[in-house]
């Protein structure tokens, strides 16, 4: 059996299967139900589609992913030259609010009195997306865009739908266009640079990531991808600043999640620091009692330094929280032999390979995923 010494970033990485298909690239995707990083890159399409088309404010997306927004106050997103149009901006705000008949049935007398503007082409194609119609809103930006291709928040929108349709080139060409038109939103610039790290191009995500925390200092999921990003590029003393001014800025801001403990305390612990990942992860699994990840990483930690008690207690709450998760019954299976328990470790084993088994099934659920914001 493999031993449990620490990983590369790059073994850590394929080992959380992440891979070009992860938002429709070239290569086969591995689910890994538990690792944080692999969840913070599924989880992206979903705040992008989010955040971008306005479906939601960002105080409600904080609450919805646990913590994974920074809280904002919320959002209205129109096109931009609606201006103090009451009625355009009522229509947006049924929209966002669900109510979408009401919103279809303002928006057909609107267009009666007005004829199609590409403002209201840009919210027929927002109810549509609420529809969860893709396709149809995709065509009906078409027609907003050749009524007027100066608005970053029809741009967005596109991005919006070209993720759910598995179409990243077209995404991130809209996003490219969004911040050429929006040089100062740095939610198009976080999702460009998540759009790249998850593609697997760290070297253009980090300057898009860095312009992102620049327009925005407080934003702490930009300068989580930022960690990730740096430390793909083995820059991996930038990425513990990184980390740890996430985690001030978590600290200060009231933020939930344990993304900031658990990535630094995961990068430390695959540099062999483990008195110093310590700490961080144990405030990881304060803020999260239900991240494998978290218990799995304590766990090496505590059986590398002879706690067998400990690790196989850490271990337990893993299984507590996902009994699939397969990584909690191989370590389990190595403790149990350094504890003498034969039998036991041999059942661990023998479940972590069928379960290995069930894995290669799994087809990416973010390639194909229908989200209803």
């Known amino acids: 059996m493999a031993n449990l010494a620490p990983e590369s970033g790059r073994q850590s990485r394929a080992r959380m299967g992440l891979t070009h298909k992860l938002i429709g690239g070239q290569d086969g995707f591995r689910h890994s139900t538990g690792s944080a990083r692999a969840l913070l890159c599924k989880i992206w399409p979903v705040l992008a589609i989010i955040i971008l088309s306005g479906c939601l404010p960002l105080s409600q997306a904080l609450i919805a992913f646990g913590g994974m927004v920074a809280l904002r106050e919320p959002q209205i997103q129109t096109p931009s030259s609606t201006g103090n149009d009451g009625r355009l901006n009522e229509i947006n705000r049924l929209i966002d609010s669900g109510d979408l008949a009401r919103a279809r049935k303002m928006l057909a007398e609107e267009t009666a009195l007005r004829g199609d503007t590409y403002q209201t082409l840009f919210l027929e194609a927002k109810i549509l997306f609420r529809e969860q119609r893709y396709r149809e809103s995709m065509k009906i ?5 050749s009524l007027n291709q100066r608005d970053a928040e029809v741009f967005k929108l596109v991005a919006s739908n070209a993720i759910l349709l598995n179409r990243t080139d077209i995404a991130e060409q809209a996003l490219k266009t969004a911040a050429q038109l929006s040089p100062n939103d740095y939610l198009v610039f976080f999702h460009l640079g998540a759009l790249y790290y998850t593609d697997s ?29 740096l430390e793909e590029l083995s820059q991996e003393r930038s990425a513990v600043d990184c980390y740890l001014q996430a985690i001030q800025l978590a600290e200060r801001s009231g933020f939930k999640g344990e993304q900031p403990y658990l990535f630094l305390g995961r990068l430390l612990y695959r540099q062999s620091k483990l008195d110093e990942s310590l700490p961080y992860l144990q405030k990881a699994a304060q ?24 690790a196989v207690t850490a271990l ?5 929280a996902d009994p699939k998760y397969s990584e909690a019954h191989y370590l389990l299976s190595r403790v149990y032999v350094k504890q003498g ?15 290995k088994k069930l894995e290669k099934n799994i087809k990416d659920p973010r390639k194909n995923q229908r989200v209803t914001p």
């Open 141 to 145: 930006l078409e027609r907003s865009l």
């Open 201 to 229: 191009r760290f070297p253009p995500a980090q300057p898009v990531l860095e312009k992102s925390v620049n327009l925005n200092p407080e934003y702490i999921p930009a300068r989580l991808f930022l960690g990730l990003t």
């Open 287 to 310: 803020a999260n009692s239900q991240s494998c990840e978290v218990w799995c990483l304590l766990a090496r930690i505590h059986s590398a330094r002879g706690r067998e008690t400990e």
């Open 316 to 320: 337990d709450q893993c299984t507590e």
């Open 341 to 355: 328990r034969t039998e036991d470790a041999a059942k661990e084993l023998a479940q972590f390979q069928e379960l």
